[in-house]
């Protein structure tokens, strides 16, 4: 049974980073996936990025390439989502996403333990 715990959240300037953090509790596996999500006001729920803790594979959404960078450290269970560059259209509720699979995609319904989210606005 795996929790999942974000932090990390918050107000920027556009322009500006900030780093989420996502902490995966209860992993009985050597392996597990985890993904970020966001919905942004008036949208849909959209894939942001996600990460394979067994070799580190990682995916972006095309409107973060080059911007945002995932990473995780597997020896605190830990997922990093380090956004740069942030534009008012990254504004939304973000959410992190795990499971006990092997490898990750942004698809929400591959993920059966999710977190309660975290604001993340980005306004001048």
């Known amino acids: 049974q795996l929790q999942v715990a974000e932090s990390g959240g918050g107000l920027v300037q556009p322009g500006g980073s900030l780093r989420l953090s996502c902490t995966v509790s209860g992993v009985t596996t050597d392996y597990y996936a985890v993904g970020w999500f966001r919905q942004a006001p008036g949208k849909e729920r959209e894939g942001v990025s996600c990460i394979s803790s067994d070799d580190g594979s990682a995916v972006y959404a095309d409107s973060v390439k080059g911007r945002f960078t995932i990473s995780t450290d597997n020896a605190k269970n830990t997922v990093y989502l380090q956004m740069d560059s942030l534009k008012p259209e990254d504004t939304g509720v973000y959410y992190c996403?795990?499971?006990?699979?092997?490898?990750?995609?942004?698809?929400?319904?591959?993920?059966?333990?999710w977190g309660h989210g975290i604001q993340v606005t980005v306004s001048s």
């Open positions: 996403a795990a499971n006990s699979i092997l490898y990750g995609r942004l698809l929400a319904s591959l993920y059966d333990y």
